[in-house]
């Protein structure tokens, strides 16, 4: 499995800004892919996630009614669109996927967002 994490940049606090995460590799049917993000200074932390199937999502609370996460099968690509964004949204945010049912074993690079206030 590959995954391209792009779309980061500097954007003022409010603004929105689009993730893109192209997959390859293999059919996605059975996995879930999943967005995270890690902080200067802090640990990597979860965003939120799609089932590549049926298409279900779950959110961080800290994100939950700002950031929506969708994919187009046949671009075999996730995204993730940040309304509202806010200085402490401001960290590397990297894709990642794995088999339903266990742990996210492979990731994309990251993309860097920076939010100024």
């Known amino acids: 499995v590959q995954l391209q994490a792009s779309g980061g940049g500097l954007v003022q606090a409010g603004d929105s800004l689009r993730l893109s995460c192209a997959a390859s590799?293999?059919?996605?049917?059975?996995?879930?892919m999943g967005w995270f993000r890690q902080a200067p200074g802090k640990e990597r932390e979860f965003v939120g996630s799609?089932?590549?199937?049926?298409?279900?999502?779950f959110y961080a609370d800290s994100v939950k009614g700002r950031f929506t996460i969708s994919r187009d099968n046949d671009k075999n690509t996730m995204y993730l669109q940040m309304n509202n964004l806010k200085p402490e949204d401001t960290a590397v945010y990297y894709c990642a996927a794995r088999r339903i049912g266990t742990r996210y074993d492979f990731w994309g690079q990251g993309t860097l967002v920076t939010v100024s206030s």
């Open positions: 590799g293999r059919t996605f049917s059975s996995y879930d």
């Open positions: 799609i089932n590549w199937s049926v298409g279900s999502t």
